[in-house]
């Protein structure tokens, strides 16, 4: 056989091959962490939605959703979902993502499709898509609001998350963001994005500082703490507050024109969603869909809020 024939040849079997996948059954496992949190509430919410639209809508796209308490258990599920679903596609938002690798790796070796969200695995070369939310323009977004607010001699003080690369990203983005302005940061100290550590971060503050014009608490499950805390103190006229994600409390509140909380940047949960669509598109779409997607964080204003606001969402 000549090598013009061999060449046609093999394009002929690819192509013959490409149209039996998409005829037969796509099985994707979708392997995210439990709702053990407000953020992951919504997450599971919108992954949820998401399997049923896609299925709705795709006969020949089987999704199987598995939650996780432990980077223990999702490993485990991703063995599972290699093992016993077969599966040709993995999407999967690392519980932690150190001890994902191996598993994550498996899968790939497997042949399946592998899209990784927003906490990312340290090799890179084992994903064909990543996706997530703008941790950098989150702390910028955030800063450009405040330089909106305040100025030379105003105070603030931060409510960080955990101490990760995400947090880093976004606190460093802030600072540059502020620089220059004379805004004053009082303290920071990390509330590991949960609502009772805002609470009680927010407290201290509030003891410890009687001139705060403004807080950046990065995260809306700490917001939520924060804002207790400013009430219960009898203080929320005298500062503003701005978290971080897209909690329908807080959307619907700016959508209300609160003046405590009066606008948020988005790191959407339904980032999963957005996953879970581009990996069903690498089977049904023409189109190449390898590489990063990184989403926007905009600033959500009273005049915008309804389109991000999610009401049956847990989150």
């Known amino acids: 056989m000549s090598m013009k024939a061999l060449t046609l040849a093999l394009a002929a079997t690819t192509a013959l091959a490409g149209a039996a996948v998409a005829q037969d059954q796509i099985r994707i496992g979708v ?15 919108h992954a949820q939605e998401a399997e049923k639209r896609l299925e709705a809508a795709h006969d020949n796209i089987d999704i199987t959703l598995v939650t996780a308490d432990s980077p223990g258990d999702q490993a485990s599920d991703i063995e599972d979902l290699i093992s016993v679903q077969q599966i040709h596609a993995l999407v999967v938002l690392p519980f ?16 399946a499709f592998i899209t990784v969200v927003d906490r990312g695995l340290p090799d890179t070369s084992i994903q064909d898509v990543y996706v997530a939310g703008n941790n950098t323009e989150l702390g910028s977004v955030s800063a450009e609001y405040f330089l909106t607010r305040l100025g030379d001699g105003d105070n603030i003080v931060i409510l960080r998350g955990i101490p990760t690369v995400i947090d880093t990203e976004r606190f460093d983005a802030f600072m540059a963001g ?3 302005s004379g805004i004053n940061v009082l303290d920071d100290e990390f509330a590991n994005w949960n609502r009772d550590d805002g609470f009680e971060v927010m407290q201290d503050f509030l003891s410890r500082f009687p001139d705060i014009d403004g807080v950046w608490a ?35 509140g700016i959508m ?29 779409s023409n189109g190449p869909v390898q590489g990063e997607y990184i989403l926007g964080a905009p600033l959500v204003t009273q005049e915008n809020a309804e389109q991000f606001y999610f009401p049956d969402s847990p989150f």
């Open 218 to 252: 990065q995260d809306d499950d700490i917001a939520m703490g924060v804002v207790e805390a400013v009430r219960q103190a009898g203080r929320e006229d005298e500062m503003f507050i701005v978290g971080g994600a897209g909690m329908k409390d807080v959307i619907k």
């Open 178 to 180: 502020i620089e220059g």
């Open 256 to 284: 209300d024109g609160d003046t405590l909380i009066p606008v948020d940047v988005l790191y959407p949960p339904a980032m999963i969603a957005t996953a879970m669509d581009v990996t069903v598109a690498n089977f049904t």
């Open 96 to 111: 932690e993502s150190d001890p994902l690798v191996e598993p994550v790796r498996q899968a790939k070796e497997s042949g």
């Open 31 to 45: 392997s995210i962490p439990a709702a053990t949190h407000g953020w992951a509430g919504g997450l599971n919410w």
